[in-house]
């Protein structure tokens, strides 16, 4: 099924308001001048009645027939039956009154033949149980008629209102409705090629500039994701393409003639290095791949933080001594979360840190416990980082040191951006800053409840 | 010792068996899972390797039926996939342990030895030894011809697993989980540190060395003819 446009929605909703409210109005009024009329009738009628009461007081005297025929004649549309008790009809004004009439006593309509009347039933004397009943007739035709005429100027109204409204209501909810217009615009505009496209935010009533923000702030996460990833892309290419091209070249250079056994050996050797180090590329990727479709799902195990940094500290302890670099923990804290991810991201920025420091340089693992968070500072001394680095240092395969930039040194860079997917995964939130000689890694983690 | 192997990449099934032959297994290969689970119900398997994704019946599949079959023959599963839940999913289907593609064969073949210990209970040993190197580990105290060496407690660790283990090739990340219980995917070069400083105090003073790097693998304990 085809669903309505949310102009034409609008003024269908508008043309429904509009006929309700006119249609009540309306009614109201066609009931209240009904029971106007009502009103009217029975104050005439009870008038007529005790003229008709007074006249026909001795009903067999003679002169009674002139005073009842003098008072009909007083008014036109009015007709009189009388009925015995016994329900004989004695007398009838007009020879075309209706046979059958209600015999409740009191006020009541009825419609015979096309004339309408209004009936009043009552006993010609009062204190008779016995006594003849009077039928006092009024004709209220045209009264009907024009209670019918209003009836149909209502459904006028109603119709013709709603039908304005309708237009009405589509033509403002059209105009009103034209900034969505333009962002569906810019939105079917939006390509891999043009993710640069915005709204403009100024000119937007403020239901939508919100909107408008948010959408524009959505191209902008999505404009900067796809510049990361194409670059991810080129990047594994071009990772990938020097290792292949030393397994091609070395493959077939060893192929060309007939060597000894100890060449083979060494190609072999040579070539399982680049094989390896392409597998752990792989393997990172993976791992990064799964981090960014959200299926890193981190164990909640309780950690004691002062007891995992040591473990890493005492893993790392050859490394440093080797480094002559002094690893230290400071502070302790309680977290839940997953012991080998954590550990894993720790032992990365350890690791980073451990490369980056100068003999007789330091590296601490600091631990702060808050009551809200915790966090975890890896901080190393050395020249530090520049300013305008720090934002790609979690850039995947971004490697701060120029020198280890082309292919095949020991490391992929991928282990920030591990780390920072393991820390994000968590909830957490990393960051780097440098200054005075220092160097530091700042995670954030949030404490479950 | 028999071993089967369920894998349906004729590749990988032809190296695999190979490489398990040449290091002492009577290894059988078949490439779909029904004949697979056939084999592997008739008990006479010290270990299963199987592929996830088979022809057949998938390597679940033929562990539940094996384990459905009241056997506790030790499986190691092999996988390309690793979403979580499949790991976690073998694991509950009572697999014993979980490769994911690519793997080094070092890495295989130790996982492969520490499951077939698994099931023997070795005789509790005061004492490990090789060539003249003896480690007490009751005294905790290391001797190289009859002359004390004084390890840190984490090269004790080190150098008993590489004892325990002598003659196997330990790949890094086996020494990182099982010495210092680093259980992830590292390229740090810790333990080419630690084994180098184990070394310095094991080797250096002596002529025939035991530790050996077997390059792009691991490290083997053992002696060798200088």
């Given at each position: 099924m085809r669903r309505l446009s949310l102009s034409n929605r609008l003024a269908l909703l508008f043309a429904a308001c509009t006929a309700v409210v006119s249609l009540f109005a309306g009614v109201l009024f066609s009931r209240a001048s009904e029971a106007h009329f009502i009103e009217l009738d029975q104050q005439l009628l009870d008038g007529k009645l005790i003229g008709l009461r007074r006249a026909l007081h001795?009903?067999?005297?003679?002169?009674s027939k002139a005073k009842l025929a003098d008072e009909l004649s007083r008014q036109a549309d009015l007709s009189l039956r009388i009925t015995g008790?016994?329900?004989?009809?004695?007398?009838?004004?007009?020879?075309?009154?209706?046979k059958e009439l209600p015999q409740k006593p009191g006020l009541s309509t009825v419609n015979d033949d096309g004339t309408d009347y209004r009936v009043l039933n009552a006993p010609?004397?009062?204190?008779?149980?016995d006594s003849p009943q009077l039928t006092l007739l009024l004709d209220i035709t045209h009264h009907q008629h024009f209670l019918q005429r209003m009836q149909h100027l209502i459904w006028l109204t109603v119709g013709l209102s709603a039908l304005a409204t309708a237009l009405l209501g589509a033509w403002a909810a059209r105009s009103g409705l034209r900034p969505l217009r333009r962002m569906s615009a810019v939105a079917s505009g939006v390509s891999a090629q043009s993710l640069n496209a915005r709204l403009?935010?100024?000119?937007?009533p403020p239901e939508l500039a919100e909107m408008a923000h948010n959408f524009n702030a959505m191209l902008g996460r999505l404009d900067d994701s796809f510049q990361r990833l194409s670059a991810f892309s080129a990047d594994i290419a071009h990772e990938l393409r020097t290792p292949l091209s030393n397994l091609l070249t070395h493959t077939q250079v060893t192929l060309t003639r007939p060597r000894e056994l100890e060449d083979y050996r060494e190609a072999l050797h040579s070539n399982l290095e680049e094989l390896q180090w392409m597998a752990q590329l792989v393997n990172d990727m993976l791992y990064l791949a799964k981090a960014d479709h959200g299926l890193l799902m981190p164990k909640c195990e309780p950690l004691e933080l002062a007891e995992e940094a040591d473990l890493l500290l005492e893993f790392f302890a050859p490394l440093a001594e080797d480094a002559q670099v002094t690893l230290t923990r400071d502070g302790s804290g309680h977290i839940e979360g997953d012991r080998n991810m954590l550990r894993r991201a720790l032992s990365n920025l350890l690791d980073n840190a451990l490369r980056f420091t100068p003999a007789n340089g330091e590296v601490r693992l600091r631990i702060v416990d808050q009551p809200k968070g915790l966090s975890l500072t890896v901080e190393n001394s050395g020249d530090g980082i520049s300013e305008d680095l720090l934002p790609r240092?979690?850039?995947?395969?971004?490697?701060?040191d120029p020198a280890r930039q082309?292919?095949?040194?020991?490391?992929?860079?991928l282990g920030l951006a591990i780390t920072q997917s393991i820390i994000r995964a968590h909830g957490g939130q990393i960051r780097c800053k440098s200054e005075s000689g220092w160097t530091r890694f700042v995670i954030e983690l949030p404490k479950g409840d | 010792m028999k071993l089967l192997i369920v894998e349906d990449q004729a590749k990988t099934g032809h190296y695999l068996r190979q490489g398990l032959t040449e290091a002492g297994f009577n290894t059988e290969l078949v490439a779909d899972g029904s004949t697979g689970q056939q084999l592997a119900l008739?008990?006479?398997?010290a270990l299963l390797i199987l592929d996830?994704?088979?022809?057949?019946?998938?390597g679940w599949q033929i562990l539940q039926a094996v384990r459905g079959a009241g056997l506790d023959t030790p499986v190691l599963f092999l996988t390309a996939r690793d979403a979580v839940e499949d790991r976690v999913h073998g694991l509950e289907l009572g697999a014993d342990d979980y490769l994911v593609k690519p793997f080094a064969f070092s890495e295989l073949l130790a996982r492969v030895r520490s499951l077939l210990r698994r099931g023997s209970a070795t005789p509790q040993e005061t004492c490990l030894q090789l060539a003249d190197l003896r480690l007490d580990l009751i005294r905790r105290r290391v001797e190289r011809s009859d002359q004390r060496i004084d390890l840190t407690a984490k090269e004790f660790a080190l150098l008993e697993m590489l004892l325990r283990r002598q003659g196997e090739v330990l790949p890094k990340s086996l020494i990182a989980s099982q010495?210092?219980?680093?259980n992830f995917d590292s390229d740090t070069n810790v333990i080419e540190v630690a084994i180098r400083r184990l070394r310095l105090k094991i080797?250096?003073?002596?002529?025939?060395?035991?530790i050996h790097t077997v390059r792009g693998m691991g490290y083997v304990l053992e002696e060798r003819d200088a």
């Open positions: 001795d009903i067999q005297s003679s002169e008790s016994d329900g004989q009809r004695w007398y009838d004004s007009a020879s075309n009154l209706p010609l004397y009062l204190d008779k149980p403009p935010e100024e000119n937007m240092l979690f850039d995947r395969f971004y490697r701060a082309e292919g095949s040194s020991e490391h992929a860079g | 008739t008990g006479d398997y996830v994704m088979l022809p057949g019946r998938d010495v210092w219980d680093m080797d250096d003073e002596f002529p025939n060395k035991l």
